[in-house]
């Protein structure tokens, strides 16, 4: 009431504890890869924010890549962030996937076809592997899968190889080709030696029977040879040179043959009567 003054004073603080408010965040995006490469080129729409304070936020990219760009093989985490005034913080996040589907090539060498070693039933062959290439270059293999390798000793005939190749997406891819050893050694084919035999008493031909040659061949097993010119043994063979001719077929088609001559002899003394005294 007399004039006097006095004076007090305090701060009153509004703080701004509210975050940002972000919009259309996409969703997690999955695409596959272009093809003939290991990645894709994604679009999305970039998220919005707005605050309480000061109004509309760009959201900035804070990890993984801008709409447009060309994302990798893989999953991607692509983060955004928006920030106040006042280090408000709010993000937003989602995953782009991309998936390879696309199988990789794998191609084999064309048929081998090759001969026996002689004597045997098989032939050693070396083959190159076949060729793969794939649009990301992760891959296991080639991996045998059938048949046999290149180097080992093939069997007589056929015999399927077969290969695969197997991405780091598990994509597949697989060939064969055949190989064939071709079995072109003829049978070995042995006749008995050329004889002789006297004729039967009172006839001028023999009964004769002689040993079948003889067959061995390096595939074939069980061969029995068949006559081709002459009689077969235990027949009438006729006075004089007899030609009996054999011949074997293994199971290729190769052929042999071979030949001896059975010579039938008289030696019985005509018959003489003298007249009587």
Do not use: H, K
């Amino acid at each position: 009431g007399n004039g006097n003054v006095s004076t007090c004073s305090f701060t009153v603080t509004v703080n701004d504890n509210i975050l940002p408010i972000m919009f259309g965040c996409p969703i997690d995006i999955t695409v596959n890869v272009e093809p003939g490469t290991c990645g894709q080129e994604v679009n999305y729409a970039n998220p919005v924010a707005t605050d309480n304070c000061i109004g509309a936020i760009t959201p900035t990219l804070e990890n993984g890549l801008a709409s447009g760009s060309t994302f990798p093989l893989g999953t991607t985490t692509v983060l955004y962030e928006a920030e106040d005034a006042a280090t408000n913080v709010a993000t937003c996040s989602f995953l782009v996937t991309v998936i390879d589907n696309e199988d990789p090539v794998i191609t084999c060498p064309a048929d081998i076809s090759v001969f026996a070693i002689l004597g045997t039933c098989e032939a050693n062959v070396t083959y190159a592997l076949p060729t793969v290439t794939d649009n990301c270059i992760t891959f296991t293999g080639p991996t045998l899968t059938g048949g046999l390798a290149s180097g080992a000793s093939f069997p007589e005939g056929p015999t399927t190889v077969s290969y695969n190749v197997v991405d780091g997406s598990g994509n597949m891819d697989d060939c064969s080709f055949v190989v064939t050893v071709e079995d072109n050694e003829r049978p070995t084919l042995t006749c008995p030696a050329d004889f002789a035999v006297s004729n039967d008493l009172g006839t001028c031909d023999a009964v004769v029977t002689y040993n079948l040659p003889t067959v061995d061949d390096n595939c074939s097993t069980g061969l029995v040879p068949y006559i081709i010119i002459g009689q077969v043994s235990g027949s009438t063979f006729g006075f004089g040179d007899n030609t009996i001719s054999y011949e074997a077929v293994d199971g290729s088609g190769n052929t042999n043959s071979c030949t001896f001559t059975l010579t039938v002899e008289d030696n019985e003394l005509p018959v003489l009567t003298c007249p009587n005294d």
